[in-house]
């Protein structure tokens, strides 16, 4: 098993920076890719970046030079460096870390991009 639980989320400017946490504790070893979803009201869960266990890293092409998705291994944990916040950014960010078998999924957290 894998518990997962996202941090830092909340209420931004426009053109703003966010860093969102994700705690990644359990069975860690089994562990490949980890990435980050959102989903905003009324919209289906889309995917945002990812992380494979060697470092390769992917984008929505949305976010591709403003997001930056990175895995500190010592600590466990995933982040999501998002500067550049547009209102379109707001929804409810999920990490997801997927082992051979299955996907876990945290619980969520808010991002709010408004003035």
């Known amino acids: 098993q894998v518990q997962l639980a996202e941090s830092g989320g909340g209420l931004v400017q426009p053109g703003g920076s966010l860093r969102l946490s994700c705690a990644a504790s359990?069975?860690?070893?089994?562990?490949?890719?980890m990435a980050w979803y959102r989903q905003a009201p009324g919209n289906q869960r889309e995917y945002v970046a990812g992380i494979t266990s060697g470092g390769t890293t992917n984008y929505k092409d949305s976010v591709k030079g403003r997001f930056t998705i990175s895995r500190d291994g010592a600590k466990n944990t995933l982040y999501l460096q998002m500067n550049s916040l547009k209102p379109d950014d707001t929804a409810v960010y999920y990490c997801k870390a997927q082992t051979r078998f299955r996907a876990y999924w945290g619980q969520g957290i808010q991002v709010t991009v408004s003035s």
């Open positions: 359990g069975s860690i070893s089994s562990i490949n890719t």
